[in-house]
T-cell receptor
């Protein structure tokens, strides 16, 4: 099956710093990738849709200047949390869509902002 | 617009007993339906999916789900649960290639 990786799996940073999270499709090309965040004991909330070669589409209420998304190639999308604060601490999950109708999810990245 | 409702936030069940996790959706168009499992501090793992064809879908780990169009439901079932089935379960709906809409999740706890 299709494999999606995320790096890092866990990151701890100081408040005010920026953190970059990578999402890679390892054995397929993905023109579309999605970024979700998940708070403890809650469901996944879609943050943005990332399309290769174009600007990401953000969901209502998600600050695009704070959560920078770059989909530079068909196998890589990055999410940068700029000037992170403790309230940004969360579990961030990406997914990738090869041709067809199924999303393949990465293992997630746990961000802890001190 | 699509939406997904998982009525049961927590389901405790004894080991080797059957379990059903309920999922209802609303959509004005045809959708694809999915069940995912999430273990603590991990990503989502696909259990099963309904795209078309037979309404009874079998997945991994002995789970199955039945698509009921008239009731707009896609309930997940397992005839005999194991301790290792303790996890969070998410129902999701999507249209082809578009974003997923997830339910709020059901926490399944298997009691020894």
């Amino acid at each position: 099956g299709a494999v999606v990786s995320q790096h890092p799996s866990w990151v701890i940073c100081k408040s005010g710093t920026s953190v970059k999270i990578e999402c890679r499709s390892l054995d397929f090309q993905a023109t579309t990738m999605f970024w979700y965040r998940q708070f403890p004991k809650q469901s996944l909330m879609l943050m943005a849709t990332s399309n290769e070669g174009s600007k990401a589409t953000y969901e209502q209420g998600v600050e695009k200047d704070k959560f920078l998304i770059n989909h530079a190639s068909l196998t890589l999308s990055t999410l940068t949390v700029t000037s992170a604060h403790p309230e940004d601490s969360s579990f961030y999950i990406c997914s990738a869509v090869p041709l067809g109708n199924e999303q393949f999810f990465g293992p997630g990245t746990r961000l802890t902002v001190l | 617009a699509q939406s997904v409702t998982q009525l049961d936030s927590q389901v405790p069940v004894f080991e080797e007993a059957p379990v059903e996790l309920r999922c209802n959706y609303s959509s004005s168009v045809s959708v694809y339906l999915f069940w995912y499992v999430q273990y603590p501090n991990q990503g989502l793992q696909l259990l099963l999916k309904y795209l078309s064809g037979s309404t009874l879908v079998k997945g991994i780990n002995g789970f199955e789900a039945e698509f009921n169009k008239s009731q707009t439901s896609f309930h997940l079932r397992k005839p005999s649960v194991h301790i290792s089935d303790t996890a969070e379960y998410f129902c999701a709906v999507s249209r082809a290639g578009n974003q997923f809409y997830f339910g709020t999740g059901t926490s399944l706890t298997v009691i020894p």
